[in-house]
């Protein structure tokens, strides 16, 4: 089973700011199936990224992902109150899925 | 509009089973992939399996194997899972979730299992 790890844990800045997480994998990952997911408090995910850089349908285009092979990033400009999330990597590999423990954005 | 609307919050006793359901519409269920997904309460998302619902074929996390089931009912668009033997550590909402593109795009809106004695 692959595991992701994400960092940081939490991150706190400022509305205009530029966000950016992290996701490690355990072994490598087809860019195909790395996908990134925002939880808002209360609310099931949300789909922003699919094969590792192709924004959902919806998402704005401050949210943007890259990566390859076992490092993959989510970044996300111009930050906006509303961005206030867990933001969630996910993988997946011979039929088996996991997700990263998550990253919390706040924002100030 | 595809819709994916799940059963609602249950209370079980440690040792029973519960089963939970999510009926889709909006779309034909056998064309996609259905998964379960949960989250305890403050913690992140766990994955737990899948159906291909034209086959019936299914794939777990070996964390579930033998304790966890998905089966679907395609005359009535639901799919359902199943959690056997439950634990304090199994309360948690439970998510259905239906791939699109390469990931989960269409979502349940959580079912609540809490297991107290």
């Known amino acids: 089973e692959i595991v992701l790890t994400q960092s940081p844990g939490t991150l706190s800045l400022s509305p205009g700011e530029s966000a950016t997480l992290s996701c490690r994998a355990s072994q490598s990952v087809s860019s195909n199936y790395l996908a990134w997911y925002q939880q808002k408090l209360g609310q099931a995910p949300r789909l922003l990224i699919y094969g590792a850089s192709n924004r959902a349908t919806g998402i704005p285009d401050r949210f943007s992902g890259s990566g390859s092979g076992t490092d993959f990033t989510l970044t996300i400009r111009r930050l906006d109150p509303e961005d206030s999330a867990v933001y969630y990597c996910?993988?997946?590999?011979?039929?088996?899925?996991?997700f990263g423990q998550g990253t919390k954005v706040e924002i100030k | 509009q595809v819709q994916l609307v799940q059963s609602g919050a249950e209370v079980k006793k440690p040792g029973a089973s519960v089963k939970v359901s999510c009926k889709a519409s909006g779309y034909t269920l056998t064309e996609y992939y259905m998964h379960w997904v949960r989250q305890a309460p403050g913690q992140g998302l766990e994955w737990m399996g899948w159906?291909?619902?034209?086959?019936?074929?299914?794939k777990y996390a070996q964390k579930f194997q033998g304790r966890v089931s998905i089966n679907t009912d395609t005359s009535i668009s639901t799919v359902y899972v199943e959690v056997s033997s439950l634990r304090s550590d199994d309360t948690a909402v439970y998510y259905c979730?239906?791939?699109?593109?390469?990931?989960?795009?269409?979502w349940g809106q959580g079912t609540l299992v809490t297991v107290s004695s």
């Open positions: 979730a239906r791939e699109k593109i390469r990931g989960l795009y269409y």
């Open positions: 159906i291909n619902p034209i086959s019936g074929a299914t």
């Open positions: 996910q993988q997946y590999s011979d039929a088996l899925w996991t």
